[in-house]
């Protein structure tokens, strides 16, 4: 069965840091690119980074580059989204997905979410 | 970016009504359109991926059509666990965008 679990959300002040981690399960996890979305509350999805099946590349939505970093830890089936300098905008739940495969483009699997608050 | 428009943003209905519901894109995305299912408090779930494939285990009261910038979402026969947020998403352009989500809620 794949699973993807999210931890390390919180709560942390305008300006701080916060290291997400998802871990996956159930599948070849070097196979398969990974994606952060994010869902502030009460509002809609929004993507915010990728990372290749072997971590050779990796893109970011606008407003989170320069701030975030996105890796994965290969030996031990991880995702992490490194966070720094958080705003108030970026308070949302953060999910992991798996992209299906390299060519169509959804999220097939998609991790519980952890939750990101940033407020002072 | 290509922006997603989906429409209604809500949409009050009955158990065993037909209900569509529609996403527009900004450009031409060619069929690189998914569906998603998002019930409070949970995870998005993958209904459609490439416009009109059901992932497995959707059932067959849904479908989807449409190329280029215009598509649709329909359920046919609403059940009670229909009722539930839909959002669209691109995957045909950089940044992959969704679109701002549908409330399909029970009337």
């Known amino acids: 069965e794949v699973q993807l679990v999210e931890s390390g959300g919180g709560l942390v002040q305008p300006g701080g840091s916060l290291r997400l981690s998802c871990t996956a399960s159930?599948?070849?996890?070097?196979?398969?690119?990974i994606s952060w979305v994010r869902q502030a509350p009460g509002k809609g999805l929004e993507w915010v980074a990728n990372?290749?099946?072997?971590?050779?590349?990796?893109d970011y939505v606008d407003s989170v580059k320069g701030r975030f970093t996105i890796s994965r830890d290969s030996g031990k089936n991880s995702v992490s989204l490194q966070m720094d300098n958080l705003t108030v905008e970026d308070t949302a739940v953060y999910f992991c997905?798996?992209?299906?495969?390299?060519?169509?483009?959804?999220?097939?699997?998609w991790g519980q979410g952890t939750l990101v608050t940033v407020s002072s | 970016d290509i922006q997603m428009t989906q429409s209604p943003s809500s949409l009050s209905a009955s158990v065993g009504d037909k209900v569509t519901i529609t996403c527009r894109a900004s450009?031409?995305?060619?069929?690189?359109l998914h569906w998603y299912q998002q019930k409070p408090g949970k995870a998005p779930n993958l209904l459609f991926y490439?416009?009109?494939t059901l992932q497995t285990g959707v059932p067959s009261r849904f479908s989807g059509s449409g190329s280029g910038t215009d598509f649709t979402l329909t359920i046919d026969s609403l059940q009670p666990e229909d009722f539930a947020t839909y959002y669209c998403q691109q995957s045909y352009g950089d940044p992959r965008t969704f679109g701002q989500g549908t409330k399909l809620e029970v009337k």
């Open positions: 997905a798996r992209h299906s495969n390299t060519w169509r483009g959804d999220f097939d699997y």
């Open positions: 450009e031409n995305i060619r069929t690189y």
């Open positions: 490439t416009t009109s």
């Open positions: 159930g599948f070849i996890f070097s196979t398969y690119y």
């Open positions: 990372i290749k099946y072997d971590g050779s590349e990796t």
